[in-house]
Structures are given as structure tokens and as C-alpha cells.
């Protein structure tokens, strides 16, 4: 089974909390850098304008490059499984470890959660994560801000994947942890 498209999707509530920080913080940027190099200031609508042009075009602009990056992952990268097992659902994911973001293909199998990076990372990974092993599975936050996460926690270690439909993954999980 397929989950979530093959793009990780960010719900209009929490774009719409991208673009106004984005906007907010130009906005600052753009004040700060003309009061500490000319010491003087425009009016308060030319950095509001110039904030909300410099969010809208980051933004689409972050958009597309995301779209076309991801696009066709699910088609093109396999799932290395190994003998007698069977993958029962399947989705575009990236993996957070030791504080580095992993891009790639997030799969269920009876025993195992498995991630398998793609050929745009510096580091390749397989990571096999036994249900038997984990604690526990919780949403979490993307950068503080985006409901798009999944965090594992294992004994000695806690993963976090960024994912789409995260409902459907907590779903699936949960039914694995018990």
C-alpha cells in the first residue's frame, strides 16, 4: 500500500507558517541590514512589500525545486528486502540521525520499519529497525513548526522521519508495536 504522494507534502496550515516566517524574517533582516549600514529607514509598507514579494517567490520558488527533486522516487527506488518478506506499505520519507537529513523510501515489512536512502545523498543507508526493538512511535515537529514528523525511539538511540500522511504511518505503526 501507498502512502502520501511522492513529494512530501506540507499541509496549507503549516505553508502558510513557512511563508509568513519567511516574510517576517526578511522583513527584519531588511530593516536591521539598512539601520547598521546607512543609518537611516524607509517607510514600514516598503519592507512589508519587499518581505512579502522576497516570502511568495522563496516560496514558490522552494516549491518547485522540492516537486521536481522528489519526483518519481517511489518509482524509482526499490526497497532492498530480504528473503520471505513482504512490504505491506510504502512512502516517501527523509530520515533525521545524528543530525543529518536523509532523503529516501520508508517501508513496513512484518517485522521491520526500513529506510532506504536514494542516489542524491552523500550518504547512502539501509536502516532495519525491528518493531520488537522500538519503544515507542510519536508525532513530532519538523523544524519546530511543520506536523510532519515521526519520531522512533529506540534504547539507545531516537530517529526521526519526516513523512507524508502522517496519520496513516502512526496508524500502521501503532497496530505493528502491539
Known amino acids: 500500500m501507498k502512502i502520501g504522494d511522492d513529494a512530501l507534502g506540507v499541509s496549507k496550515k503549516d ?11 526578511y522583513a527584519i533582516l531588511s530593516v536591521l541590514l539598512d ?7 524607509e ?43 513482504t512490504l505491506e506499505a510504502y512512502g516517501v520519507a527523509n530520515l533525521f540521525l545524528s543530525g543529518q537529513a536523509i532523503g529516501g523510501k520508508l517501508g513496513i515489512t512484518q517485522d521491520y520499519l526500513l529506510f532506504h536512502s536514494h542516489k542524491f545523498n552523500f550518504t547512502k543507508k539501509t536502516v532495519r529497525i525491528a518493531f520488537a526493538d522500538m519503544q515507542s512511535i510519536k508525532p513530532c515537529r519538523t523544524l519546530g ?13 531516537e530517529c526521526r522521519f519526516v513523512v507524508n500522511d502522517r496519520a496513516k504511518w502512526l496508524e500502521l505503526l501503532q497496530v505493528k508495536l502491539k
Not at 513557512?18 to 516574510?23: G, H, P, T
Not at 539601520?35 to 529607514?41: A, E, G, K, V
Open 43 to 85: 517607510a514600514w509598507y516598503y519592507y512589508l512589500v519587499k518581505g512579502l514579494l522576497f516570502g511568495l517567490f522563496f516560496s514558490l520558488v522552494f516549491y518547485f525545486f522540492i516537486k521536481k527533486m522528489t519526483k518519481g522516487i517511489l518509482l524509482k527506488l526499490d526497497l532492498p528486502l530480504e528473503e520471505d518478506e
Open 15 to 25: 505553508a502558510i507558517k513557512i511563508v509568513s516566517l519567511v516574510i517576517v524574517t
Open 145 to 157: 513548526v511543520i506536523d510532519n514528523g515521526l519520531k522512533v525511539k529506540l534504547a539507545d538511540q
Open 35 to 41: 539601520w547598521l549600514f546607512d543609518r537611516s529607514l
